[in-house]
């Protein structure tokens, strides 16, 4: 559980700092129009909340299960593990 956290706290903060930069990848600018960096950063805050409420008001099982939930939108990266999808 501590690798899947570790690993979504990492996009987490890439998303929150390309949103900061104005420097987000084409799926968020594209054709949904999903244009509004705020968004981004109000998307990782809950993100983030939900991490938080996963590994310490959950129990471990159910914890895991809801991290590997939030961490299918990285499914293609390379560092995402196999074991993690749900």
């Given amino acids: 559980?501590?690798?899947?956290?570790?690993?979504?706290?990492?996009?987490?903060?890439?998303?929150?700092?390309?949103?900061?930069?104005?420097?987000?990848p084409e799926e968020v600018w594209?054709?949904?129009?999903w244009h509004d960096p705020e968004r981004v950063l109000s998307e990782c805050r809950t993100k983030r909340r939900l991490v938080l409420y996963a590994t310490t008001q959950l129990d471990k099982s159910h914890g895991f299960e809801v991290l590997k939930l939030l961490a299918l939108p990285w499914s293609a990266r390379t560092d995402y593990r196999q074991e993690w999808r749900t």
Avoid: H, I, S, Y
């Fill in 30 to 33: 594209g054709a949904r129009g």
């Fill in 1 to 24: 559980m501590d690798e899947l956290t570790a690993f979504l706290e990492a996009r987490l903060t890439e998303d929150e700092k390309a949103a900061r930069t104005g420097n987000l």
